[in-house]
């Protein structure tokens, strides 16, 4: 078996970052011009950019560039993300066939006031991705029950999607068993409770400002319309996957119990026979083929621009210039930011911009409890706002609109990001920043 290549004999620079602008401006700048976020498909701005990145890797042949890409697309973060889709949309659609979204929603809807339902679905989101340390497996648990009750108040899907998303990244930045958190503290070299007691200080605002507005915008709701009794045994598998979830059991088995379950009681209640159990279960795998055809057409594209030196060009000259403890936690805000626009994954971004982050902490004398906080926040506001990472592309996919719609609701991802920036300008006083 060949050696895998680290790096491209011939490296780019800054050019090799231009597959990713090819990107944007292919599916973001078309949308926007023509006024039609579904008229550019994400499949075509991926496969066109993917397309570049491959004509613009010089110093191998056309073969191996074509390997180096689905070395990429074959990353196991990548082929993990695909399992979780698969299972995902079995999940989502065996529940929905069985009647377990409508029970949930009325059960819920007879439980809370229309009044309480905004916040009381971003207290869930917030607490189950704490739980669970993933903001995926919260928007699979939780986009399909918010659906049904954004329906039946008159919320627009992307909404309503986004009041669980964004809370999906208050976990994701703060739980003891997320990716983000172990990849901060240990490339920090920094305790998780120590970072947590730093960064709960930079989000919790975030988090109660988010909450404040879902509350005064719940006011305005009106009652949701009439609706039946909940069958409590139609929720079973939504509370057995929040359950196994915030038990700490991995995303797959999780999904692998929700998809079983649905099964079981559909099929002894009589309300769901066997075969249309497994026809659903199809349907719902097929219907993830776009989002996995995204997902690996991504995971190439990011690997030629890592092959081609776009990544190093940016932690290289990012890390330039840097004045004083201010200009250092900016600068690291930036590094992570920009490595998580490159490669879609917030836990990859960390891990790569993990050993200069802290080079540049150990030279400027900063707190590696705040620089963790600072990867890990940032990491996940870039995360919840590009329409290509996991999280959106999910969310999306489940609710049926496209992830750009969703991204001016995302409320709590924007004021963290700006709470993580203020944290940074008002920490120093401007003579002790220099």
């Given at each position: 078996?060949?050696?895998?290549?680290?790096?491209?004999?011939?490296?780019?620079?800054?050019?090799?970052?231009?597959?990713?602008?090819?990107?944007?401006?292919?599916?973001?700048?078309?949308?926007?011009?023509s006024g039609d976020f579904y008229r550019m498909p994400i499949t075509v701005a991926f496969a066109v950019a993917s397309a570049f990145a491959i004509a613009i890797?010089?110093?191998?042949?056309?073969?191996d560039r074509i390997r180096q890409f689905s070395r990429g697309a074959a990353d196991h973060n990548i082929l993990l993300m695909i399992w979780i889709f698969i299972l995902a949309g079995a999940f989502a659609t065996g529940a929905k066939s069985m009647g377990a979204i409508d029970a949930t929603v009325n059960v819920i809807l007879s439980l809370l006031p229309s009044s309480f339902l905004l916040p009381g679905l971003f207290i869930a989101s917030c607490f189950i991705s704490l739980s669970i340390g993933t903001s995926v497996g919260t928007v699979v648990a939780l986009v399909p029950i918010a659906l049904g009750i954004g329906e039946s108040i008159g919320l627009p899907a992307a909404y309503i999607t986004a009041v669980i998303t964004g809370g999906a990244f208050f976990g994701d930045n703060l739980s003891f068993i997320s990716d983000t958190t172990i990849a901060a503290t240990r490339t920090q070299g920094c305790s998780m409770q120590d970072k947590f007691k730093v960064?709960?200080?930079?989000?919790?605002?975030?988090?109660?400002?988010?909450?404040?507005?879902?509350?005064?915008?719940?006011?305005?709701?009106?009652?949701?319309?009439?609706h039946q009794a909940g069958d409590f045994l139609l929720m079973l598998p939504y509370l057995l996957v929040i359950i196994c979830a915030i038990a700490g059991m991995n995303v797959l088995l999780v999904l692998l119990i929700g998809i079983l379950s649905c099964g079981i009681v559909g099929i002894s209640t009589g309300v769901l026979?066997?075969?249309?159990?497994?026809?659903?279960?199809?349907?719902?795998?097929?219907?993830?083929?776009?989002?996995?055809?995204?997902t690996l057409l991504a995971g190439g594209m990011l690997e030629l621009i890592r092959f081609n030196g776009g990544i190093n060009y940016l932690l290289r000259h990012l890390s330039r210039g840097i004045s004083g403890k201010r200009g250092a936690e900016l600068t690291i805000a930036a590094l992570v930011s920009i490595a998580n626009l490159c490669t879609a994954n917030n836990t990859i971004a960390i891990l790569t911009t993990g050993k200069v982050s802290r080079e540049i902490t150990e030279k400027y004398g900063l707190d590696p409890r705040k620089t963790a906080s600072i990867l890990d926040t940032f990491s996940c506001f870039i995360q919840g706002l590009i329409p290509y990472g996991a999280q959106l592309l999910l969310a999306s996919k489940l609710a049926g609109v496209s992830p750009i719609d969703i991204i001016?609701?995302?409320?709590?991802?924007?004021?963290?990001?700006?709470?993580?920036?203020?944290?940074?300008?008002?920490?120093?006083?401007r003579r002790y920043s220099r």
């Open positions: 078996m060949q050696a895998t290549s680290t790096y491209s004999p011939r490296v780019w620079g800054w050019f090799g970052l231009s597959p990713l602008l090819v990107f944007l401006i292919t599916y973001l700048v078309t949308s926007i011009v890797t010089r110093g191998i042949k056309l073969e960064n709960i200080l930079i989000v919790l605002p975030a988090a109660l400002i988010a909450l404040g507005i879902y509350l005064y915008q719940g006011l305005e709701l009106p009652s949701a319309a009439d026979p066997v075969w249309d159990w497994v026809g659903s279960l199809g349907t719902g795998i097929t219907g993830m083929g776009e989002l996995i055809i995204v001016p609701n995302l409320y709590y991802p924007f004021i963290m990001g700006l709470c993580a920036l203020l944290s940074i300008l008002l920490r120093y006083p």
